[in-house]
């Protein structure tokens, strides 16, 4: 059935943001603050573990990288596509609009809450398998899987970050919808080395999220969101050439 999963996928968003902003009501400041580190630090080994875990290719007893060319144009390509397109300036714009249509006038961490978290569960390759495996495979455990990893992720979030990571549900809808929608003409082109380019950029992207996070950083991620396309872009012409 398509969009079960990415529906499954928005509840548990849902679920685990109302959970964590119920126990984040909880935590003092300093609690808060640790949690936030944590939470970050959290999604900055993911990243981190998502890249080593293409890039490093077992040779000879050891091993040698891959993808450094790729990644390199893709991220600043990507970069400069975002920058004129201002991404990160519509992403804030529309969390600021949400941040008054929900009153939540006194939630200093609303729009970036809302920015980051919809980074978190938008990039990847779950994001983009998902839905193509439950229209062309009929099977939607990818995206069940991920719905899982939303919930806690978001719960994690939300905890620090608040209200504004609950929404995160909407890009993951219009992101994962418009994959359904598209699945028969992207499932070609979503080869094995495309699906690595992907998932390599995507988790650069998730980690730079966590040094935001941690080092307290601005670096604007959601306008590095084109390098994923590239990256896919990128692993298609090589298969062409």
């Known amino acids: 059935m398509p969009f079960l999963g990415t529906v499954v996928d928005v509840f548990a968003i849902i679920i685990g943001g109302l959970f964590g902003l119920g126990f984040g009501k909880r935590l003092t400041e300093h609690y808060q603050e640790t949690m936030l580190k944590a939470c970050g630090l959290s999604i900055f080994f993911i990243g981190v573990g998502g890249v080593v875990s293409k890039m490093l290719v077992p040779s000879d007893g050891g091993f040698t990288t891959e993808g450094a060319v790729m990644m390199a144009s893709s991220l600043t390509l990507g970069a400069l596509i975002g920058e004129a397109l201002d991404i990160d300036g519509k992403m804030a714009s529309f969390g600021r609009w949400l941040k008054k249509k929900t009153g939540s006038h006194d939630d200093n961490s609303f729009v970036s809450g809302f920015v980051n978290a919809s980074l978190v569960v938008s990039i990847g390759a779950m994001a983009v398998l998902g839905p193509i495996n439950e229209v062309i495979m009929h099977d939607e455990s990818v995206l069940f899987a991920k719905s899982i990893l939303d919930l806690i992720l978001i719960l994690l979030m939300t905890l620090t970050n608040g209200k504004g990571c609950i929404f995160s549900f909407i890009p993951v809808f219009i992101v994962q919808g418009l994959v359904t929608v598209l699945a028969g003409f992207l499932s070609p082109v979503m080869t094995a080395d495309a699906v690595n380019a992907l998932s390599l950029v995507g988790s650069v ?37």
């Open 205 to 241: 992207l998730i980690a730079t999220l966590g040094i935001n996070m941690v080092w307290d950083k601005s670096i604007r991620v959601s306008n590095m969101f084109p390098s994923v396309v590239i990256a896919v872009i990128w692993a298609a012409l090589e298969e062409m050439l």
